[in-house]
């Protein structure tokens, strides 16, 4: 148990919450963070009822919430009250506007948390009546900009702490062990949001070879592009990237976007591998801190790692 202002408002005993990783936080996963003191999100991704609908299923009795991509939200808002009406603890926007979506999230009683990539962003989040900010460094796997955690984190608190005191902080980007959580605490958050490190937990959903792939990277290996974003006929606005291991296929092509836009062979050799776990072509999508990952392992021993991790580091400053 390590107690600050995050645990207390979602009555929980680590400030640890799970990302709502697209594809990869199912209800599996997102109960587990629940059932390990944290707080699990499921990946609402894209957006696919079904799909929803079954890792809500999932997620049995846990107390868990809904992470959406906001842009992509706009064009299926069926979805969040499809996702309301699981009574989630709270719904997770990231990437787009969030006003759209505030009053229904209210009403039905559920937190609102915005994850965003700039103080402006921040800003506009808190109007808009966010409870939680989650500040995400460019460290982080997923998408993302280019602002880095360790910046980024202290200058959301100081401008919390000014003009929105009752707004929660978490940081998100590169935090991967107690390291990473004592550090974020330090920086003026209330607890952070771990992607990467819960997406190398066995009950992710990913392909094994994946995992290996990021298990074999360091860091260094890392690189954030729009390639990926190409093959998958994802619509992105231009502002993001995203994080990913180099491979052969990232060596062709990055750089080199427009000749990827038309070339439908390419694309389809990448979407192929993808199924078939080949990482040499399909990119393995995780952050720099794939440099802390060894191993695969059960989300409660992720966070039993980091909560007696990060109270090692904390009490030898006191
Ligand atoms: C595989 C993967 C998929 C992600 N998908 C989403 C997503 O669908 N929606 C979202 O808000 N964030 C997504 N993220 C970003 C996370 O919300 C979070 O910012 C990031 O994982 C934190 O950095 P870390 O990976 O270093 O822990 C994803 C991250 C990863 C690693």
């Known amino acids: 148990m390590l107690k600050t202002r995050l645990t207390e408002k979602l009555n929980i005993d680590a400030p640890i919450l799970l990302a709502p990783m697209a594809f990869a936080s199912g209800g599996a996963l997102a109960s587990a963070v629940t059932q390990a ?9 894209y957006g696919d009822k079904d799909w929803l609908e079954q890792e809500f299923t999932a997620a049995g009795n846990a107390m868990v919430g809904c992470g959406f991509i906001t842009w992509s939200l706009a064009n299926q808002p069926e979805l969040l009250t499809q996702a309301l009406e699981r009574s989630p603890k709270a719904i997770f926007l990231s990437f787009g506007d969030p006003e759209l979506f505030v009053e229904q999230i209210k009403q039905a009683g559920a937190l609102l948390i915005c994850q965003v990539q700039t103080l402006r962003d921040a800003k506009h989040a808190i109007d808009a009546g966010a409870d939680i900010i989650v500040a995400q460094g460019a460290e982080a796997g997923g998408h993302g900009e280019k602002r880095a955690t360790f910046t980024l984190v202290p200058e959301v608190a100081d401008y919390i702490a000014k003009t929105a005191p009752d707004v929660l902080l978490v940081a998100a980007g590169g935090i ?126 992720i966070i039993d790692m980091m909560v007696s991790q990060a109270k090692i580091c904390l009490r030898s400053y006191s």
Not at 39 to 44: A, M, S, T
Request: aromatic share 8%.
């Open 37 to 45: 003191g944290g707080l699990g999100f499921i990946g609402g991704g």
């Open 176 to 301: 991967a062990d107690g390291r990473g959580l004592a550090a974020s605490l330090m920086l003026g958050a209330d607890g952070v949001l771990v992607g990467s490190r819960f997406w190398a937990a066995s009950e992710a959903l990913v392909h094994p070879n994946m995992w290996q792939a990021a298990i074999d990277a360091t860091g260094d290996d890392t690189l954030r592009s729009k390639i990926v974003d190409i093959v998958r006929s994802r619509d992105w606005p231009d502002r993001y990237t995203i994080n990913l291991v180099e491979n052969d296929f990232s060596k062709d092509w990055h750089g080199r976007e427009s000749a990827l836009k038309t070339d439908k062979v390419a694309q389809q050799t990448w979407n192929d591998a993808l199924s078939a776990g080949n990482t040499a072509i399909a990119n393995t999508f995780v952050g720099e801190a794939t440099g802390l990952i060894h191993d695969v392992k059960p989300a409660w021993e």
